[in-house]
């Protein structure tokens, strides 16, 4: 039986078309099968596709669990996402086979954050229907009392997850429009106090003081659902909930009730559970809430070095050798 040692040809599958030209270096190495469809392969066909093969360049939509590994079969020796977040691989079930699970760190952080404050202002100013009063020639008049926002220049910015993401996202807003910081974090970040004179704290003191909350933590079995009912009833009134995480992070029908009630003021979301939402959903008909197609690291330069890393870890994985960025 084949197992894990090099091969000369390894037999790879790409489940989405990736931009730029670094498939093409994959295409030298290995035979190369690319999902053409628009819409990811369902489970039935993802499982029919795996198998033989010995590398997946994947996406967060493919769930690659212990069972899909099984069928792909002993020869699966890396499994390349294309995403920084890993939480569609089961990291276990990879580690006790021998498959090594890569992702692509750090290129899309400031793309990221940079939609994290996008969506913060979206928020917090009305942007999408104010546009669409316009776009809909509803526009009447100037309004003294008309589309009132909240401003974040001095007021609190809370960061849950003081990761890669959070940080740039702080960086942005501390150094941006002087926003006092305070964060979550399971590690010690005496960098980034020295950099943005943040505060260490719990969540719940995070919840209460900031005006401004913005989502950055991996979705794990301990995130699940972190942002439940009872965080979001410890949040200000005027205050602005971002997610740019995972949708599970956040109880979606306590977000549904906090708007509603206006116990907060707006939030705005590039990552929900499903995704996409129904059209019928409250969140997404809500006012107060803007949601936007998880497009955080959907900029050309981001996007082509994913693919370049992702590239380069399949082609490591494939020979034996160290991923360029490893899970593990
Ligand atoms: N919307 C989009 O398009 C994008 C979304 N993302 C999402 O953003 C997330 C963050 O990315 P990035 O900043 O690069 O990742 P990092 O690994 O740098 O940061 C993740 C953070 O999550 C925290 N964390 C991990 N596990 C736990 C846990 N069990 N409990 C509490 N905190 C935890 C880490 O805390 P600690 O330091 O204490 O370990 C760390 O601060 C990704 O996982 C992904 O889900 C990323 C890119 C694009
Ligand atoms: O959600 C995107 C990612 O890279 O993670």
Same mark, same amino acid.
Request: aromatic fraction near 4%.
């Given at each position: ?150 401003? *974040?220049?001095? &007021?609190?910015?809370?960061? =849950?997850?003081?990761?890669? /993401? %959070?940080? +740039? $996202? ?111 959903? *409250?969140?997404? &008909?809500?006012?107060?809430? =803007?949601?936007?197609?998880? /497009? %955080?690291? +959907? $900029? ?29």
């Amino acid at each position: 039986m084949e197992s894990h040692e090099a091969v000369k040809r390894p037999r790879v599958l790409v489940t989405r078309q990736t931009p730029g030209e670094s498939l093409q270096r994959l295409r030298e190495v290995c035979e190369v099968e690319v999902w053409p469809e628009t819409m990811p392969p369902s489970r039935e066909e993802l499982c029919r596709l795996v198998k033989g093969r010995h590398g997946l360049l994947t996406m967060l939509s493919d769930r690659i669990d212990g069972e899909m590994m099984e069928i792909a079969g002993d020869q699966l020796a890396v499994i390349s996402n294309y995403a920084v977040g890993f939480n569609n691989i089961d990291v276990d079930a990879a580690k006790t086979r021998g498959i090594a699970v890569g992702n692509t760190p750090d290129v899309l952080t400031d793309a990221t954050a940079d939609l994290a404050v996008a969506l913060l202002f979206a928020a917090s100013r009305h942007v999408l229907p104010a546009g669409n009063q316009v776009r809909e020639g509803e526009w009447k008049t100037w309004e003294p009392t008309g589309w009132l926002g909240v401003e *974040p220049a001095g &007021k609190t910015l809370g960061i =849950v997850g003081m990761g890669r /993401i %959070g940080r +740039a $996202t702080a960086r942005r807003l501390v150094g941006g429009w002087g926003m006092n910081l305070l964060y979550t974090s399971r590690s010690d970040q005496a960098e980034v106090e020295k950099e943005l004179g943040g505060r260490r704290v719990e969540l719940d003191t995070l919840l209460a003081e900031s005006d401004f909350v913005s989502v950055h933590v991996a979705l794990t079995d301990e995130t699940r659902n972190l942002i439940d009912a009872e965080a979001i009833s410890k949040m200000k009134s005027t205050s602005v909930l971002v997610n740019t995480a995972r949708g599970e992070i956040v109880d979606q029908d306590a977000l549904v009730e906090a708007l509603e009630n206006r116990s907060i003021f707006g939030a705005g979301l590039d990552v929900t559970t499903p995704e996409p939402l129904s059209a019928e959903h *409250p969140l997404v &008909k809500s006012a107060h809430c =803007v949601i936007l197609p998880h /497009i %955080g690291s +959907a $900029t050309h330069t981001s996007r082509n070095a994913m693919a370049e890393i992702a590239v380069d870890n399949l082609i490591a994985g494939l020979s034996g050798r160290p991923l360029r960025c490893s899970v593990t």
